[in-house]
């Protein structure tokens, strides 16, 4: 059986190689010109926060295969930092899936059934029967120039605009039994919008303009973690919208940028309670019990504040009526931790005259225990948007039916949310299993015949 894994991430590298390890002709196709190498999202964390803790054990990271395969030294029972994950396990995965000659560089533009619709089922037989299509970009630069230089004198004549315009690219196509999507949706984040939509004027300020010198201040998903160095150079007052599992990565990153008391985080969430989801589901302890350290080391910094700002007025207060008069009275303190709850930001604003960003934050009355807040509007430098994911991923399956045979979707749970590793591990067995299936029953009917 021929089989397509879509991505580049550690879920499509165990994926490839345990199709190859099992017999099957797979290959895995991954995007030209990565700037971070094979391995997804998470190598790009590696390359800008190596020491971030990935809160599980290493035998929840990784699979027997690829431990076999690696003969990676780590504890089985150690929890992981991305750095040591991917240098002493991910790095020599991806190096095998190389040397199995598993990799093909080409941006996948669409996968559809070679001939059939999506509403037609052939005659005593499943769709199956019919391959799937899968077409692929490539950036043939260096076979172009290979090229021209083996045969100089034979295309001495051709005009060179011919020989660029071929190194812009071109689509080309392979038939594949299966197709397994392992993009995930970490590339699909939703927008800040009440209802996954955008807010007013998010669309606008969410791209670079050209010929613009301002510089995109919305990061979405992980965005925030990989370009934090760059955040931190101009930030003063940032907000994170949003309170699922990326936004309590994001916040817990950032934990430095509050030891200055002249900063400020803000977080905006439609929950009654922040991270309420989180803390109902209890799937990550590690992450929880940092997120209650956070909350905790916030509450007494800011109530130390307080102590110290009464004793400065109690102090000010006792001061001679003339010299009080040119003494300042001591400012009272404001939380460098903020959170506005049961809310959604639903406009986001850009003046000519002023620097930042200016979010509007609006409460609807019919919210349990609403914030006292029912419209509000703020300067922000910098806008991190956590609010989920879409429930697809990058692939556009728009061409299949709800449940097409032999298309799997890994990285995503059945609800449409991103399955951590552990659970996608998991799914490449079951896929596998899955496909053979298919095969035994061809088996089974020729018996038969």
């Not at 998470?42 to 431990?67: D, T």
């Not at 002493?88 to 941006?107: A, N, R, S, T």
């Not at 019990?289 to 000010?316: G, M, P, S, T």
Request: net charge negative; aromatic share 8%.
């Amino acid at each position: 059986m021929k089989i397509a894994i879509c991505g580049s991430g550690p879920l499509a590298i165990e994926m490839a190689l345990l199709l190859n390890h099992s017999g099957a002709e797979a290959y895995l196709f991954a995007k030209p010109n990565l700037e971070f190498g094979l391995g997804g999202q998470l190598r790009k964390l590696f390359q800008m926060c190596p020491e971030m803790n990935m809160e599980l054990l290493f035998k929840e990271l990784s699979s027997e295969l690829g431990r076999s395969l690696t003969k990676c030294p780590l504890n089985l029972n150690e929890t992981l930092n991305i750095k040591q994950y991917v240098e002493q396990y991910l790095e020599p995965l991806i190096k095998i899936c190389y040397e199995k000659k598993l990799v093909k560089i080409g941006e996948v533009s669409r996968v559809h059934k070679r001939f059939l619709s999506k509403k037609e089922t052939p005659k005593k037989n499943s769709r199956l029967i019919d391959l799937f299509r899968l077409v692929y970009k490539t950036i043939p630069n260096e076979e172009v120039d290979s090229t021209i230089i083996e045969n100089r004198e034979a295309l001495k004549d051709i005009d060179e605009n011919l020989f660029e315009s071929l190194k812009s690219g071109f689509e080309r196509f392979e038939d594949f039994d299966f197709i397994v999507d392992a993009t995930g949706n970490l590339g699909n984040p939703n927008p800040m919008g009440p209802s996954e939509s955008f807010a007013l004027n998010e669309l606008q300020l969410s791209v670079k303009h050209e010929g613009s010198l301002d510089k995109v201040c919305i990061k979405y998903g992980y965005e925030s973690i990989v370009l934090k160095k760059e955040i931190l150079k101009d930030s003063k007052h940032v907000a994170l919208i949003g309170t699922g599992l990326t936004a309590a990565r994001t916040l817990l990153e950032y934990i430095n940028f509050l030891e200055d008391n002249s900063h400020k985080l803000t977080i905006i969430t439609d929950e009654e309670r922040p991270f309420e989801q989180l803390f109902t589901e209890r799937e990550n302890p590690l992450l929880l019990k940092a997120l209650n350290r956070f909350f905790d080391v916030q509450e007494n910094n800011y109530k130390k504040q307080i102590v110290e700002f009464e004793k400065n007025i109690l102090e000010w207060k006792s001061l001679d009526d003339h010299i009080k008069t040119k003494s300042a009275n001591p400012e009272e303190p404001t939380p460098c931790f903020d959170i506005i709850n049961g809310a959604n930001v639903t406009s986001i604003d850009k003046l000519l005259d002023r620097k930042g960003l200016f979010l509007t934050v609006e409460t609807p009355d019919f919210r349990e225990e609403k914030s006292p807040l029912e419209m509000k509007t703020f300067q922000v430098d910098h806008v991190f948007v956590c609010t989920g994911f879409k429930s697809h991923g990058s692939l556009d399956n728009d061409c299949f039916r709800t449940e097409e045979p032999g298309f799997y979707q890994l990285g995503i749970n059945e609800d449409g949310k991103t399955s951590l590793l552990p659970e996608g591990i998991k799914k490449t067995k079951s896929i596998l299993n899955n496909m053979l299936t298919f095969f035994s029953k061809v088996e089974e009917d020729s018996l038969d015949n």
